[in-house]
């Protein structure tokens, strides 16, 4: 199975602040990669799909990037409604396989 | 509105079996892949098996593989997931969700945008 190694665990930062995180994958995946964010609690939300399209609905301030083996998410100014977890996923075989995660917590 | 809601989780010993169910509703559940997707306790997420529109391919997580079965009635607008031989590894919170897909230039990708609010299996004697 294809590991997604999420860079890093977790972050502190605070409102208005640029952030990115950064998912590696263990083999190509061409652009086959989704975001999620995930807050105590509850469901995950996609947040972007195809590395970089954004799903209907999330705000601008999220995007993502990347093609083959290395990704980014980046929230280029961090609200208070962004502190969660955020997972990426790939989706270029199975199994589909998440990285471990990265908790955005209030700096 | 889209609704996707799991049941069926709870209590049971280790090597016993548990069927979860999940029922949509507010879109055409014939025309989607589906997937479970769950998350043992303070733990991350971790894809568990995932089905066709039609239920004709299925895939699993080695972990779950001859364990686990994924299975769909289109007719009743809900997706299963038989599990037998459970362990305690098993124990989470088990979510499904729609694969609305998107494809482009020859690719598909996938996007989970509906998500049930998940049901609870634990499993311990």
């Known amino acids: 199975a294809i590991q997604m190694t999420q860079s890093p665990s977790s972050l502190s930062a605070s409102v208005g602040d640029r952030v990115t995180i950064t998912c590696r994958a263990s083999?190509?995946?061409?652009?086959?990669l989704g975001w999620y964010q995930q807050k105590p609690g509850k469901a995950p939300k996609l947040l972007i799909y195809a590395a970089s399209i954004l799903e209907s609905g999330v705000p601008s301030r999220f995007s993502g990037s990347g093609s083959g083996t290395d990704f980014t998410l980046t929230i280029s100014s961090l609200q208070p409604e962004d502190f969660a977890t955020y997972y990426c996923l790939q989706d270029y075989n199975y199994p589909s396989t998440f990285g471990q995660g990265t908790k955005v917590e209030i700096k | 509105e889209v609704q996707v809601v799991e049941s069926g989780g709870g209590l049971v010993q280790p090597g016993g079996s548990l069927r979860l169910s999940c029922a949509a509703s507010g879109f055409t559940f014939s025309r989607y892949w589906m997937t479970w997707v769950r998350q043992a306790p303070g733990k991350g997420l971790e894809w568990v098996a995932k089905i066709k529109e039609d239920g004709s391919d299925k895939y699993h997580v080695d972990s779950v593989k001859g364990r686990f079965t994924i299975s769909r009635d289109n007719a009743k607008n809900s997706l299963y997931l038989q599990m037998n031989s459970l362990r305690a590894e098993d124990t989470a919170v088990y979510y499904c969700?729609?694969?609305?897909?998107?494809?482009?230039?020859?690719?598909?990708?996938?996007?989970?945008?509906?998500w049930g609010q998940g049901s609870l299996v634990t499993v311990s004697s």
């Open positions: 083999q190509g995946i061409r652009n086959e």
């Open positions: 969700a729609t694969d609305l897909g998107y494809c482009s230039g020859g690719a598909c990708y996938a996007r989970y945008d509906y």
